[in-house]
Structure formats: C-alpha cells, structure tokens
C-alpha cells in the first residue's frame, strides 16, 4: 500500500498518468507510434525513445544500437536496435529527420532504457523533417487504449 | 494486383529450406536477407554447416567471451550475428533450424522476445514428446537441466526470425575456446561448458531430429519445399547483411583489450 502511495505522488510530480493495471505508463505532451516509441516535440527538433509499454515486454536491456549523429531517419523505418532476452528488437522512428544527438549513456548504461524509458533512457533526437508526420502519430489516450487492446489479444 | 495466398486451412504457409553442410555465415546473411526481404514465412533446417566457428551475439565482445588466443593460435574463424544473444561454437556435429515469420502468420502472438521463445518451445516439445525431459527454462532449450540448443532472435515492425544451433554432437576440446560468460542463467548455477550442455545424439537419432521437427512445423504451418533460389527476390539483390566474420585485428586488439582489464582488476585497491 505504502509503495503504491509513493508511486502515485512520484506519477503526480513527474505528470505521468498512472493505469489502474499492470505498470506501464504512458506520458501527457508525448505522440506515440504503433511499434511502441514516443516522440517529444520541441520546435523544429524531437526527442525519441521507446515507451514504457515496450521496455515492460522486451525485458532487460542490455544494447543499444545506435544510429550516427547526422544519419537520416524516416518515419516508420528502424534506425537502431535494442538487444533483450536474446533478441535484437527494431527501434522505428516515429518521425522523419537528421539525427542531432545520440544517447551516449546507453553505451554503458543499456538498462536506462528500462528505468526510465521517458526521461534518461531517451534514444536520439532528430532536427524534424515535415512536422505534418506528427498528424499520424497517436495521442497518449489513443496511445494507452491501443496498448490495452493489443494485450487484450493476447 | 494479384494477392498472394497466406494461408491454407487456416495455417500459415510456409517455405522449407533444406540445407546441408552450409557455411554458418553464409546461412546467417541468407536469413537476415529473407528478414528483411521476403514477404513469406520460412523454416530453414541446416544439417551441419564446415568446420568449427564460433559465432558471437551483436553485441558480444570477444575479449569477454573467447580465449582469444587459443583462437588465434589455431585459426577459429569468429562471427558476429545479427541476432541477440550468447556466444556457440558450430561445427559439423550442428543442426540448425530458423523460423523467419510475418507478425501476422499468428495473430494472436505478441511479437516480443518471450511469447516468440514459448511458441518455438511448442514445436521442440512434440519434437521430444516421449524421448526426453524437454523444457523452456530461463530462454533455453533443455533436456533435463542440460542445454543442447543455442537460440536467438531478431524482430523487425513486421517480422521475426528465431533460430537455433542444436548441439547434436559436439567436440569437447571446441568447448575450450569460450570462456564462461558474465551473464549466465541462473539454473546454470556456474557449471562449466561440459557440465552444462549435453549432446542431443545421447537421446535421438539425428534423421529423427530432422523428421519430427517437420512434423511438428507441419502442425502450425502448411509447408512447401522451396530451394536456394526461391529465396532470391528482386528487393534482396541490393541488400547488404549485418553479420561478418572479425577480421584479425579485431581479434588482436581483443586480446590488448583483454590483458588491459586484468592488469587493471589486479592493480585495483581491495575492499577491507
């Protein structure tokens, strides 16, 4: 009870909307992509990552593969990997554009990935391309319905 | 346009490759090349690839893995693949079986490592049914406690591959080319390589291996014999695989790597 108390004031201050199943959380502000990354958009430029949803299912994260600063991405494309549970999993860009930056944390540090897969565990982030991508993406309601009946299924 | 037909039955199709005595990289690019390519299913059995390789996950690094001077000092080629996962040393005593998959041949199966893993063990458990104490346990196939298969996986937006090298007989001097690595289940309670695996020979003959792993694909899937040259597609002329064999400097720079982190551990302050 008491660690369910701290992680409704923690989702409180970090804007997290909690689900009442299961822990995987999905952020207010961020658009979301069917295979599971979030995009954050500020200006011209967006951060990428990989959504609670996904590193709950992929389990522990133990590399990342990296694009190349300067390297193009393209909506729907992999542009990297994560590796888990003997698996490498496609990470597909939710958006068109340059890459600018890569985490460079996650070299030695794969499992950001899994802790915090909004904040430290970003992955790239991109000079946008055509900002009118954006209009495919999934809001956060759509994004966490989507997530409920994907398991639903299965 | 025309649509190409997916199922028969209600099963998926799928094409069977038989292959025999391939080289292991040369299997591997075809793999990633049908994953990457092919808009069809595949099971690819290799009955034995050349002579012995070791063949490490995309992220392994040799100075942790190998006793890289052995492997020098007798010429091991070394691989790196494109699929996750632990380091095995094939040879001509190694079977090898893949499933490459659209996302949709099963529905109702969640394309992330774990579901893919428990359907695999589905068709080795009516492969073993009767012969042997066959099990999933913490990702690997079993027969008993002992491990007789390597698995791994790569999963794209729309596909998957899940492959395996089955231990059917194995040299036990190979074995000493691997070190024994950081992560290790936790069932392997830190046994040593030839405490650990077992050879699949001891418990089924390797004509009936082969058999009954079709059969048991034949009951998820409708199979159709394919050859080599099916495989090519137009899309795959172009495409360029991910998986290499390390070049020896690589292997050189290893071993600098490698005595680097002991003079490092031992020149290291002890706890009180």
Not at chain 1, 8 to 20: E, F, G, T, W
Not at chain 1, 54 to 62: F, R, T
Not at chain 1, 119 to 133: L, Q
Request: hydrophobic letters at 35%; one cysteine or more.
């Amino acid at each position: 009870m008491a660690s369910r108390l701290w992680a409704v004031r923690a989702a409180s201050y970090l804007r997290i909307s909690l689900r009442n199943r299961g822990f995987a959380t999905v952020i207010k502000d961020l658009k979301y992509a069917d295979s599971h990354e979030w995009v954050k958009v500020d200006g011209n430029s967006a951060t990428i990552g990989i959504t609670d949803h996904a590193q709950d299912h992929l389990g522990d994260v133990v590399y990342v593969e990296l694009p190349g600063e300067g390297a193009e991405v393209k909506q729907g494309a992999s542009f990297g990997a994560v590796e888990s549970v003997k698996a490498t999993s496609d990470i597909n860009s939710p958006i068109s554009g340059k890459v600018v930056e890569v985490n460079a944390k996650l070299n030695d540090s794969p499992g950001l990935v899994n802790s915090s897969p909004y904040e430290s565990g970003w992955i790239i982030k991109v000079e946008i391309n055509n900002a009118d991508e954006l209009k495919s993406l999934m809001e956060p309601d759509q994004y966490s319905k989507f997530c409920e009946e994907e398991d639903a299924k299965h | 346009m025309a649509v190409s037909q997916t199922r028969s039955m209600g099963l998926p199709l799928i094409n069977l490759l038989r292959l025999r005595g391939v080289p292991i990289l040369q299997q591997l690019h075809l793999e990633e090349r049908l994953l990457r390519t092919s808009y069809d299913n595949w099971c690819i059995i290799n009955d034995g690839t050349t002579k012995p390789t070791i063949v490490m996950g995309v992220s392994g690094k040799a100075e942790e893995l190998l006793e890289i001077e052995s492997v020098i000092r007798d010429e091991i080629p070394v691989i790196r693949r494109f699929t996750g996962g632990g380091t095995v040393i094939v040879d001509q005593g190694t079977i090898f079986v893949t499933f490459i998959c659209n996302k949709d041949a099963f529905p109702d199966l969640q394309s992330y490592p774990q579901p893919i893993m428990s359907w695999s063990s589905l068709i080795y458990k009516k492969v073993f049914q009767g012969i042997g104490d066959f099990s999933l346990r913490e990702n690997d196939y079993v027969l008993g406690n002992h491990k007789f298969g390597g698995n791994a996986q790569s999963i794209t937006k729309n596909r998957w591959v899940h492959h395996t090298s089955f231990l059917w007989d194995y040299q036990t001097s190979n074995m000493g080319y691997l070190k024994l690595p950081k992560r290790a289940p936790e069932y392997r309670q830190a046994r040593g390589h030839l405490d650990f695996i077992c050879r699949m020979k001891d418990h089924i003959p390797r004509s009936n291996f082969i058999d009954r792993t079709i059969d048991a694909v034949g009951s998820h899937f409708v199979l159709t014999s394919a050859d080599l040259e099916a495989s090519q597609s137009p899309l795959s002329l172009n495409f360029e695989p991910s998986s290499r064999l390390l070049k020896r400097e690589e292997l050189e720079e290893a071993i600098f790597k490698s005595r680097a982190r002991r003079a490092c551990a031992a020149s290291a302050p002890q706890a009180s």
